[in-house]
């Protein structure tokens, strides 16, 4: 939920069969919305693969499943409840070429949000497209999400910080014991009802708790600049902020939340180094999360505790 309200675009990585494409299926599901799966391609290279091409032969428009989605989430059926769109092993092309444009539009403000079909539109539309400057529209509805399922094996392309920066990112390092539960209702969840949590968890987040927040990262960012040369901007801040506002709002700690979030957003950029004299630096940036946590905090920081461990060991003899 929490992943949710920082990025309309969120990453579910890990090994294969730990439930990466279940989890938003399911979800869906629970919340009276829905949950459509494109399966991408590897010799996916541009956006006419994601989104559809012109046949100059046929003079028509071959839409995509991508594209047919995101018509449909824009619908009277779906307008109103939430719509996600799951990119099914998204890294088995490179993210950044197919999904650029969607990249660039999602930084916009959401009234903004559309992409171009075709550059010279026909006499007549779909009800759902629109024109600009001549060109055939398609708009990006505030009811969805695009969450990618990704793999990290030999047979996958390394995501990007582009890609990364953008996104949210939850970890499937295992796959989790048989567990019993008990049968719920579904949820019949408005969009506008979901977007009103959000605001309300946002409006709620004390600013003692904000301010700790942003500066246990700031203080630890010194650290990952000095030994890593890797900083973050503006866009980090305000995920962060929304991110930890949803999280303590749904119950968890606000070092719980942050824990999760340098994990996942940061450290990433330090993982997998090859050269050994990195270890020291490992060290230095594991005992300033430790630091701030304790100062900012009075908590532990288990998950980038262990993640930059097991860094660390790699060069152990």
């Not at 391609?41 to 100059?56: E, I």
């Not at 969805?144 to 996958?156: C, H, K, L, Q």
Request: hydrophobic share 40%; with cysteine; glycine share 6%.
């Amino acid at each position: 939920m929490a992943s949710l309200a920082a990025s309309r675009l969120l990453i579910l990585q890990g090994v294969s069969g730990t439930g990466k494409t279940s989890l938003p299926e399911y979800f869906a599901h629970a919340v009276g919305g829905k949950c459509q799966r494109i399966e991408v391609q590897s010799s996916w290279r541009d956006k006419p693969d994601l989104l559809g091409f012109y046949n100059s032969f046929f003079k028509s428009f071959n839409e995509s499943a991508f594209s047919r989605a995101l018509y449909e989430a824009n619908t009277n059926k779906w307008r109103n409840r939430p719509y996600f769109i799951v990119l099914d092993e998204m890294n088995l092309s490179r993210i950044e070429y197919y999904f650029a444009d969607l990249l660039s539009v999602l930084e916009g403000t959401p009234n903004t949000w559309q992409v171009e079909l075709l550059g010279q539109a026909p006499n007549h539309l779909p009800k759902q497209l629109r024109t600009q400057n001549g060109a055939a529209m398609l708009p990006i509805p505030q009811n969805v999400w695009f969450i990618g399922t990704a793999n990290t094996d030999e047979s996958t392309y390394e995501i990007t910080r582009k890609v990364y920066d953008r996104a949210q990112i939850l970890q499937f390092d295992e796959r989790e014991p048989k567990f019993s539960a008990q049968s719920g209702k579904r949820l019949d969840l408005s969009i506008q009802y979901l977007n009103d949590c959000i605001s309300t968890a946002t409006v709620n987040f004390g600013e003692r708790d904000r301010k700790n927040a942003i500066d246990c990262l700031e203080g630890i960012e010194l650290y990952l600049k000095e030994n890593f040369r890797v900083a973050f901007g503006q866009r980090i801040i305000d995920q962060l902020q929304n991110f930890l506002a949803v999280y303590t709002a749904s119950g968890g700690s606000l070092a719980q939340g942050l824990d999760h979030f340098i994990a996942r957003k940061l450290l990433w950029q330090i993982q997998n180094r090859t050269d050994p004299n990195v270890k020291a630096g490992l060290k230095v940036v594991k005992d300033s999360i430790q630091d701030a946590f304790e100062a900012f905090l009075s908590s532990e920081p288990p998950i980038c505790i262990a993640l930059l461990e097991q860094e660390i060991s790699r060069f152990s003899s």
